[in-house]
């Protein structure tokens, strides 16, 4: 067994998205008990095959969880303790009843974005114009951070 709490869990980047994932996000919302297993703490786990090839060799638990995983690690999902992916299938509802569904309904929506995206477009000049001119005023201060390496990134 690997703990996801490894001191030396790979490059600060990787803890600081698990931590945002998991008590991160319950601290923003104000439930200190959600994001870790603990007693008190609901019952939401996803747990992950470590024969993935995601995980092999398994060096960085927390690196590759962040860097790697896709998705097809992940073998059973529990959500305020019930089950709702067991094997990696889904358990509350027909996968294949919603895929129906999703395709019956993709005609018309690619006939809206197709419209969408023509009337989009033709205010593109108009919109790199004013993002231009946006970059181009003086705000009194440096819009770069520097990340941890000290290299400069433009915030959007």
Do not use: C
Request: glycine letters at 8%.
């Amino acid at each position: 067994m690997v703990a996801l709490g490894d001191q030396n869990a790979g490059p600060p980047q990787a803890q600081a998205a698990f931590d945002a994932a998991t008590t991160g996000g319950a601290n923003a919302i104000g439930q200190p008990n959600f994001g870790k297993i603990a007693v008190g703490s609901k019952a939401d786990l996803v747990m992950i095959d470590l024969k993935d090839p995601s995980y092999i060799p398994l060096n960085r638990a927390v690196r590759q969880l962040v860097y790697t995983e896709g998705g097809p690690g992940v073998k059973t999902v529990m959500v305020d303790g019930k089950v709702i992916i067991h094997d990696g299938k889904l358990q509350t509802m027909d996968e294949e009843a919603l895929i129906e569904e999703i395709m019956a309904v993709i005609p018309g929506f690619q006939k809206d974005y197709k419209m969408i995206k023509a009337r989009v477009s033709q205010m593109k000049p108009y919109l790199e114009e004013a993002h231009r001119r946006v970059w181009a005023e003086e705000v009194g201060m440096d819009r770069l951070f520097h990340d941890n390496e000290q290299n400069s990134v433009s915030i959007p």
